[in-house]
């Protein structure tokens, strides 16, 4: 693993499928304990439930917006917050 991981871009990049990985978990994990099936998600978006399963496989692809509303749909208010790397409190 350490020599796959030798450049900085490499380690963000590991670290970001990390991320993407774990978001995709979450919005699984959401649906399900809301009891919804994607069609059900789908019909509270007004969207297809193709549509639901494509962002539940690329959530790369979504924007703020869409995900805000898939977890609406979940009954789950989901908000962003930013701070400096190296900074606490």
Known sequence: MA???NTPEDIAAYHEAGEELAL???LTEWREA???TKAQVAARMGV??????R???NV???SWL????YAA??????RLTARREGKTG
């Not at 297809?48 to 399963?53: K, N, S, Y």
């Not at 869409?66 to 509303?69: A, F, G, I, S």
């Open 66 to 69: 869409t995900l805000k509303r």
């Open 24 to 26: 995709l978990e979450q």
């Open 60 to 62: 790369t692809r979504a």
């Open 55 to 57: 962002l539940e496989r």
């Open 73 to 78: 749909a979940c009954g789950v208010d989901i």
């Open 34 to 36: 809301a009891g919804l």
């Open 3 to 5: 020599c796959l991981l």
């Open 48 to 53: 297809t439930p193709p549509a639901i399963t």
